[in-house]
């Protein structure tokens, strides 16, 4: 039954995607590829946004984010709010503060989202008994988190192998590292750095909104914080390469738990030798856990992955 009952949601969220309303934008120019295919993951939209002058004249960097159907207009979102993406950069594009920026909103695979954005390989390194248990995870101790074994590595194939194609052929596009930034929040923010982990020679910058250090819904015996601290320590590309690592946390619902599991990787990018021109926490006393927080902070990433890129 259980299976079933996922089944039906996946069929609920395609359509549901299908037929979805195009968000409106107050400035720029937003474009759909609807069901976009993949060998990798299940179907989703794309919403790509064009910068206000955009000509394929010139050549612009790209931002891909995760959550796609988020970011642009809160009538068409769940919870009727979004991170005014179009607005915010347009803003930041009229003050002279970075350059046009295409932004790839990639839709997640709605009850797939959990396994497409939780980092695979830290996942793995845990024993087979705390595998499984955070398999058996629930939100609010009913909805399961998990639908599908963890496919995080598959959904960065398709970003790179798939999407990041497409948009270079289709756009006139910056194809190097140096103009590839990925950003997310919340378990967007998680597969944001493993992102720039995985693939160091095709991003160039992550930002990291509300990073969902503890993976479920309990800090309580939670290995994952330890896991994922243990993969950075392994993985993270050198900062004298010119990467860019911007964090975040707020203080209220569900980002009360973060601070001190960001304090722990703040500690290992110091190890690591990142320094402030490379790599920034933040801390948003009062800030909740929600698309209208980001929105008021989004300017913040997106200066300093743009400034301290040199664009």
């Not at 398999?135 to 009913?142: D, F, L, V, W």
């Not at 990073?211 to 994952?224: E, K, Y």
Request: proline letters at 6%; hydrophobic letters at 35%; charged letters at 20%.
């Amino acid at each position: 039954m259980e299976k079933v009952i996922v089944f039906l949601g996946l069929i609920i969220t395609s359509y549901c995607q299908v037929n979805a309303q195009l968000p409106q934008v107050s400035a720029g120019t937003l474009q759909r590829v609807e069901q976009f295919s993949s060998r990798y993951v299940a179907p989703r939209n794309i919403d790509i946004w064009l910068p206000p002058g955009y000509n394929d004249q010139q050549k612009y960097p790209v931002l891909y984010m995760h959550d796609g159907q988020m970011l642009f207009d809160s009538v068409t979102t769940w919870n009727k709010q979004d991170w005014m993406v179009d607005e915010i950069i347009t803003s930041l594009m009229t003050e002279g503060v970075i350059p046009g920026v295409i932004v790839v909103g990639v839709w997640n695979g709605g009850a797939l989202r959990h396994c497409e954005y939780f980092p695979q390989q830290p996942f793995q390194s845990l024993t087979p008994q705390e595998q499984e248990a955070i398999y058996q995870a629930t939100r609010n101790g009913t909805q399961s988190l998990f639908a599908e074994p963890i496919k995080s590595d598959a959904y960065l194939k398709f970003l790179v192998k798939e999407l990041k194609p497409y948009i270079d052929k289709k756009y006139s596009t910056y194809r190097d590292r140096q103009h590839t930034f990925i950003a997310g929040s919340s378990m967007g923010g998680l597969i944001s750095w493993y992102a720039l982990c995985e693939y160091p020679r095709v991003f160039g910058a992550a930002a990291c909104l509300s990073t969902h250090w503890i993976g479920i819904f309990s800090a309580d015996n939670n290995p994952i914080p330890g896991a994922f601290q243990a993969y950075l320590r392994q993985h993270l590309p050198n900062p004298k390469r010119g990467y860019r690592l911007y964090f975040d946390f707020g203080t209220e619902t569900l980002d009360a738990f973060y601070e001190p599991f960001q304090q722990q990787v703040d500690i290992i990018m110091q190890e690591k030798g990142w320094s402030s021109s490379t790599w920034t926490t933040r801390k948003f006393t009062g800030a909740d856990h929600s698309e209208r927080a980001w929105q008021r902070r989004l300017d913040i990433p997106l200066r300093f992955i743009f400034t301290s890129s040199g664009l």
